[in-house]
């Protein structure tokens, strides 16, 4: 059988036989054939860039994700010694099945979807039950009669008594019997808006930490390079002090610029494993799990829509937005089941009894037993309760408007970001392109300092603010790719957009 796989990472020769044997065993369960079948398939060639998988939140995602994320937990967590390859989609697939925030959301919504069926036996179905009882008289109570013929105490009852009962009811019309089961069904939806906006997120937290984490080995690169310039600028200024064509202040500075960057790597380097250990707890793995970001942070231009069809798109699809909209009917839904308390109950019921009463003298097998049946209708109508239904009713309003207000609140909350999101993107892409100019520049600034020292014709102040002024332009610079990232990263979960869309567009 051939297969053909296209990942982005490096594979050595035993990686590529677990791949092998992943795919071999577990790619025909997903694709829905045995193991076996899979060996003499009547369709020999499986193309992953046309197959879909959908996992269990819903999401469809590519066929290479999926065996990507079957060799990220089954493969090398068993069977490899080498850091597990992460990129940031497999990073997104991973925290999509393993993060715990995610996993909560998701049993909400099933602890939801029970809720409604709870309504439903509540509202609609009857409700059966059956009871047994048995007394034992240890001194059985005695009724006195007074004659002018005779008197005397009299033991009233039976030693023994075994009642079973059956009982039955069914609700034959209240004001609230479908509104029970429409507020179950809105607060249903209203968890699955949940679990989605968790999940997108989710994704928008991976996506900043896992740039934060680019952004870190990028700092260290940076501190390691410039610890490396001071480095041969110290040498150089000794050189040139020995020699007496520079001061001992030169020396001094330069001296007092190396030291001053060992620190630094220590502390890129100490920020690096924090954001490292961000990213394995969103990704809901364990902390000790070796991995290996192949990725480096490097500036791509991402096109976004424009304005008003962004805003329009945010409106329709934010999940907030959506959470909101029918938390605002369930609130609607609430206040009218309040107020269909005011109304009669009407219910059916029957009840089937089965009684015996005997004393020790009867064997338990002769025992007489004596069946009853009745079968009837209650009407409850509610007349005065101390104004308990009508200020519920009441209270139940206020808090409908107040959602609306809620609502509101949020679309503008949302529509506001939105344009914020768009502004900053808009002013990164110029910072980005300001920063890159004068990383060049400054770079060039500090070949010319470092020729000019060496040549008598600087001095050791020029070297440094030129090591100080490439620094910072670096840093600008892979900062504001950063953010850049991060923002449209914040920008998708506006936007509405699901994991699909979202893998797919990485």
């Given amino acids: 059988m051939i297969f053909y796989l296209t990942v982005s990472e490096k594979l050595n020769e035993r990686n590529c036989f677990i791949i092998y044997i992943n795919v071999l065993l577990f790619l025909p369960i997903y694709v829905g054939i045995s193991p076996i079948d899979s060996l003499y398939p009547s369709q020999p060639v499986v193309d992953f860039e046309r197959l879909k998988l959908t996992v269990k939140n819903g999401v469809s995602v590519r066929y290479k994700t999926v065996l990507l994320f079957i060799l990220f937990v089954n493969s090398f967590y068993a069977q490899s010694q080498n850091p597990i390859e ?13 993060n715990h925030d995610l996993k909560k959301a998701r049993l909400d919504f099933e602890k939801a979807g029970e809720q409604v069926r709870e309504a439903y036996g509540t509202s609609l179905f009857p409700a059966i039950n059956a009871d047994l009882r048995y007394d034992r008289a240890i001194k059985r109570p005695e009724f006195i009669i007074e004659t002018p013929i005779f008197s005397g105490r009299f033991p009233a009852g039976t030693k023994n008594t075994i009642t079973s009962t059956v009982t039955a009811e069914q609700p034959l019309f209240s004001g609230a019997m479908f509104l029970a089961v429409n507020i179950a069904k809105t607060f249903a939806e209203i968890s699955e808006k949940a679990e989605q906006h968790s999940e997108a997120d989710v994704i928008k937290n ?30 150089e200024a000794k050189l040139l002090f020995d020699s007496g064509l520079a001061s001992e202040y030169d020396h001094i500075k330069a001296n007092v610029q190396y030291q001053s960057m060992v620190p630094l790597l220590t502390e890129s380097k100490m920020q690096s494993k924090l954001a490292l250990n961000n990213l394995k707890i969103l990704m809901g793995i364990e902390l000790d799990t070796e991995i290996e970001v192949s990725d480096s942070l490097e500036y791509k231009y991402i096109p976004i829509p424009k304005f008003e069809d962004g805003l329009q798109e945010v409106i329709q699809r934010n999940k907030l937005l959506k959470q909101m909209e029918l938390q605002t009917e369930l609130y609607d839904l609430t206040s009218s089941y309040q107020f269909t308390q005011h109304l009669p109950k009407l219910n059916a019921f029957a009840n089937w009894q089965v009684q015996a009463q005997e004393n020790d003298e009867r064997a338990f097998t002769d025992w007489r037993y004596i069946n009853s049946v009745i079968v009837g209708v209650s009407l409850s109508v509610p007349i005065f309760r101390g104004w308990e239904l009508d200020s ?103 936007l509405g957009k699901s994991a699909d869309e979202i893998l797919n567009q990485n």
């Avoid at 050791?460 to 991060?486: G, R």
């Fill in 86 to 98: 992460v990129n940031l989609e497999n990073a997104i697939v991973s925290a999509l099945q393993n």
């Fill in 206 to 235: 991976v996506k900043e930490a896992y740039y934060t984490f680019l952004l870190s080995k990028r700092l260290i690169e940076l501190a390691e390079l410039q610890l490396k310039r001071a480095e041969d600028n110290l040498k």
């Fill in 392 to 494: 519920k009713a009441q209270q139940a309003q206020i808090d409908y408007k107040k959602s609306v207000e809620d609502y509101l609140q949020t679309k503008k909350y949302v529509k506001n970001n939105y344009e914020n999101s768009v502004l900053m993107i808009e002013k990164i892409e110029q910072q980005v392109k300001a920063y890159s100019g004068a990383v060049d520049e400054s770079e060039r600034g500090l070949e010319i300092a470092s020729k000019r020292f060496a040549n008598g014709l600087g001095s050791q102040i020029e070297v440094t603010n030129a090591l100080v002024d490439f620094s910072q332009a670096k840093i600008n610079y892979l900062q504001s790719v950063h953010n850049y990232y991060v923002e449209h990263a914040n920008l998708d979960l506006l």
